[in-house]
């Protein structure tokens, strides 16, 4: 098992708890945190103690081009119990990380970009989980829409795509109701085999 953590959760007991039951961990290193070099791996990682615990730490960067183009640069250290060199390579365990990211990236679109910071209103089991299957439904339908815009434009990954606005997009539609046919408009197109 690989457990994955974000900035803060680097203390010296924690790591040696998650350390005893066997998992490996692969999280974030606070800035402040110090860790010496005892051995320079030849992936650009180290070999570090933090408590009575070996690690590796990984030195990842990261640069965001904006749509006008405008870049913005970053890093941070990684912490890793992995901690073969040629087995867990630093690019893969940086890339590794990154995942995880959306995975929170996921969260936060349920719990604050759908929900709002609101609290599920049913008090029983039975409303919860209508509650709950309708919020997951409509993340899920988004998603679905964000992964079609994305592949009409050959090469892009759905990654690209943001969940704030395919949210607000929809909303927008559905308040606005823009492009909605009349009552009376004929929606058959004609000249196509079976039609009129």
């Not at 010496?36 to 070996?54: H, N, R």
Request: proline fraction near 4%; hydrophobic fraction near 40%.
């Amino acid at each position: 098992m690989l457990v994955l953590w974000d900035k803060g959760f680097d203390s010296n007991a924690f790591l040696a708890q998650v350390a005893a039951t066997g998992a490996q961990v692969l999280g974030r290193l606070r800035s402040n945190r110090r860790t010496p070099v005892l051995a320079a791996l030849a992936d650009g990682s180290y070999l570090t103690m933090v408590g009575t615990l070996q690690i590796r730490v990984v030195e990842a960067h990261v640069t965001v081009t904006c749509a006008d183009g405008t870049t913005f640069t970053g890093s941070y250290r990684l912490a890793t119990t992995l901690t073969d060199a040629r087995r867990y390579p630093a690019a893969a365990l940086v890339a590794l990380y990154h995942q995880r990211w959306e995975h929170e990236s996921a969260y936060y679109a349920l719990r604050h970009t759908i929900m709002q910071g609101r609290v599920l209103r049913s008090g029983d089991a039975a409303g919860l989980e209508q509650e709950m299957r309708s919020v997951l439904t409509l993340y899920q339908l988004l998603r679905t829409v964000m992964v079609d815009a994305a592949e009409s434009r050959p090469g892009t990954d759905p990654d690209r795509c943001g969940f704030s606005i395919a949210l607000h997009t929809a909303r927008d539609l559905l308040v606005q109701a823009a492009c909605v046919p009349d009552p009376g408009t004929n929606l058959v197109i004609a000249g196509r085999p079976g039609t009129p």
